[in-house]
Every structure is written in C-alpha cells, then in structure tokens.
C-alpha cells in the first residue's frame, strides 16, 4: 500500500500532553491529525509553531483519532515537486 504525505497547517502545541509533548493539525481530507513531538516522530531540531506548514506521514487511524508516525516542516522542494496533498 502506499503511504501518502499530507501538507497541514499547525493549529496547536501542547507542550505537557498525557503522553508526551505533540502538536494538532487539522486535514480537509481526514479531519483532526496529530503527532509526537518526539525524536521519533518530529524529524527538525525545533518544535513546529501553530500557523507553521508541516508535512506528516504514516498517518494511522486509532481509536482516540489520526496520528501521524512521521512529520517534518514543509520545504521548498515539496512545492516543486507536487507530490504531496494539501490538506
């Protein structure tokens, strides 16, 4: 199966969340997405701010909602490319 990316826009950081510090987005085509903010996860040296471009991965559906396995900021080059859907 094919793994697609998804361009979203950072709507808010917790910083002290129950399982870790993550960050919440919002898609136009799965709805509300988040994702860790852990060495594992968040791919850049610095923490995404709300109204920051992200590009999320491996997005898997669980029972509390979308979680991405995989983020990193948007770069230039994503835009050349055209690959990624912007949600």
Same mark, same amino acid.
């Given at each position: 199966?094919?793994d697609?990316?998804?361009?979203?826009? #950072?709507? !808010?950081?917790?910083t002290?969340?129950?399982? +870790?510090? =993550?960050a919440?987005? $919002?898609s136009?085509?799965?709805?509300?997405i988040t994702?860790?903010?852990?060495?594992? #996860?968040? !791919?850049?040296?610095?923490?995404?701010?709300? +109204?920051? =471009?992200?590009?999320l $991965?491996?997005?898997?559906k669980?029972?509390a909602g979308?979680?991405?396995k995989?983020?990193?900021?948007?770069?230039p080059s994503?835009?050349?490319? +055209?690959?990624?859907?912007?949600?």
């Open positions: 199966m094919e697609h990316s998804f361009i979203c826009i #950072v709507e !808010k950081v917790v002290e969340g129950k399982h +870790g510090p =993550y919440a987005v $919002s136009n085509d799965l709805g509300p994702f860790a903010l852990t060495l594992q #996860v968040w !791919k850049e040296e610095i923490w995404p701010e709300p +109204g920051t =471009y992200v590009v $991965s491996q997005v898997i669980k029972r979308w979680r991405a995989l983020g990193r900021f948007l770069q994503d835009e050349k490319k +055209g690959e990624t859907n912007e949600s």
